[in-house]
């Protein structure tokens, strides 16, 4: 099992992560498809988001109380598989997940959630052959650290703003 | 319906408060391609018979903002505004990066075009192919800074109650907007987006203003136009990567290695109002602008080269300025230009255009020639209403820059732009001032010099369609990269030109698009088309200025003083070289003697329709003489 780090000290914001995931998944550029996003509320801060993997998977949980049971678990990655068959596209996994990662496919609207591209990620390829190593996989040894990503961009743009910025620049 | 293309442009006319869905044909589409191309050609196409009268801040001028066929696909992002321009009275293709043109493309639409006049202050809301006409009372006369942080707000906080629990977290809104120097009609001032980016060449925020639009909001949430051959799109991005991500230098400096660099390796740097075009200032060197970075990479969606580093001063007279980099060209205009040698100071200038909505080259220019006159005496402490503008004193010129963008005082006459402040200066003071303002037909001179030889060539500037602007000077053989014929590709393909060479981004004009051309082809055939419908616009110009080639196709008066100083001293271009090259570069292009496209020519091009107009041009000029 493995999971992406993701470090936005070191992202610059390029979405080539994004680009690379919609490439990788929908076989074009395709921005609203893409599983992780870069979200930039203030310019320069850019956090990256996307599947965090929580051990007690309340998307999938979510899913099963639906009726859908849409969401297996990969064996291999531990990656949360949807099945675009089942899914209905009902938001109750977005609705359960505590970062508010899976969204609907904008065509389709059947969930999207980071598959690890079966075990080797193409936006942490990306991400590392730019030299920008804002995202690594490592082993998925600390899961329950690991799950706190899975948080809203807002709760860490308030404190990056500080660390960039400060007080000195007023509101942004 | 042609690859690569939504094929529709949505139209917002403010003063009719109605929208509607304008078709672009593909045989349009395929000779014009787009960004700067189709504007262009649509400009010329509407107003071909009264250029003339159109007044470009008048409510008739329609603005123009476009994508490309490739933008989205090739790796970095820029946006690109047109309209009749308020410095030149021509048509320059501006362009800023911002995901404004990713959304867009993803929006289902190759552009906007805006028309009319709000009578208050609106934005347009765009999401998905449809436009909301929407009160911007509450942002008008706002700073950069607080009109982002503040329609940010707003947007998003009505993304998160439509979308967040529905169909997941969105993305962070995009737009373009104005600052208060837009709002005023300044003729310098940018098309902004994100703080920093600005169209700055052309004046559209002047545009934007004229027709109370405070800004452009714009979501889409599908993928780029389908792509011909969809596989070969996705091997040719790997390709564009990988080669981008061995630009080193390009991607840890961006172009702020450019302060020293220009000017200690190629004396082409605007010191002191290009007075001089040398130094070796190490407190310039890319090492001292780093030092004050909190971010080094910074990029826009799908750049690799995240040229852009944000710079921050926490503490001192200037903190709370942010800017990004600042990149080369605003370093040496709002610095060594105005003897500024303070990278700090030069960060807070910086960041001062950006927030009033300025363009910094522009501005860095006119405050040049401002502070040459005090330094000469045409004008005075008494006409700048107290502000003692000397070489290096940042604080004076920051207080100038705020008077340009309210048109406060002497700020009123310098707004204008140079060309047109100096020609009101030699009017009311009797002194000829044209030989300090260094402009080429209204738009001042980017940051590279021809003086030394090692830079830009001497006879660009006096032939390019966009006047100074330095991301369109002719060069000559014209498939030369960085030429105006190649910028011509890479404005309309809608793509950035630090990102592109002469090879790759036609291969993805042909997987996207399915249309074969390469740099020749494109130099003879589209690019000349292109240039010539902005040559014609040019030469029509009106209703306040007229350019005539056999006077106006030349370099500003300082270009040919000798250079004072550095390792290229005493350099400078000859008058028989320029009209030499003139004359060749002409013939290259299929302009007659006059410098006006032939009749031959623009049938040859499929662009017949400018005859009529090209017929008024000489006929103007006959009548002037010899100009």
Redesign the interface.
Known sequence: MIFILRDPHRC?????C??AC??RH????????SRI?V???V??IDVP?LCAMCPDYPCQKACEREGYNAIRIDEATGAPIVDADKCTGC?AC??ACPG?????H??T?KA?ICDLCGGEPACVA?CQ????GALRVVPATDRDLFQLYAT??QFLVERLKET???E????? | MAYGYAGVLLEVDLSREKTRVVELGDDVLERFIGGRGLGAYLLMREFHDRWERLDPLSPENPLYVLTGPLT??YPGVKLLVTAKSPQSNGIVGSVLSSEVA?ELR?AGLDGLVVRGAAKDPVYIYVENGEAEIRDAGHLWGLGG??T??RL?DEL?REYLARH??????P??PSFIYIGPAGENRVRTAAVMA???HAAGYGGYGAVMGSKMLKAIAVR?????P??RW?GW??HL?GEA??RL?KNALT?YWGTGLGAYMVAARTSSEPVRNWQEEWHANRNLAPQAFEAHW??R????????S?CMK?S????GRY??S?TDAPDYELQAYLGPNLGVQEPRAIIHLSYLADELGLCGIQTGNVLGFAAELYEKGVITSEDTGGIELRWGDAEAFARLMEAIARREGIGDLLAEGVYRAAKRICEEKGVDVTRYAVHVKGIGVGAHGVRSGKDFPAYSYPVGVQGGDHTSAPRLPVTRQWGEHWMTFVDSAVICAFNADTVLPFEFLKAITGWDVDMERWAHEHAKRIIAVQRIALLLGGPDAYWDPRRDDDLPPRFYEPLPSGPFKDRAPSREEVEEKKREYYAQVGWDSLGVPSDDTLEALGIGFLKDAAGRIRKRLSENGGG
């Open positions: 610059s914001g390029c979405r080539l994004e680009v919609s490439l929908e076989g074009t550029v395709f921005p609203e498809a996003r979200i930039e509320l310019p320069g988001h938001g977005i609705r508010k990662v899976p969204r609907l904008p065509v609207r999207l990306a052959e730019a030299g920008y809203l961009p960039y910025y400060g000195a620049a007023g509101e942004v | 989205g696909y990713i993803a800074r607080a982002y942080r940010r998003y967040l629990n529905r169909d997941g977290l993305r962070e994100k703080w920093v889409g949430t599908g993928p780029m389908r792509a969809p799109v996705r991005i990567w990988a991500n991607k909190v971010k990479y910074w990029g826009d969606y799908g750049c690799p995240t944000v921050f001063l926490r503490n903190a709370g942010a």
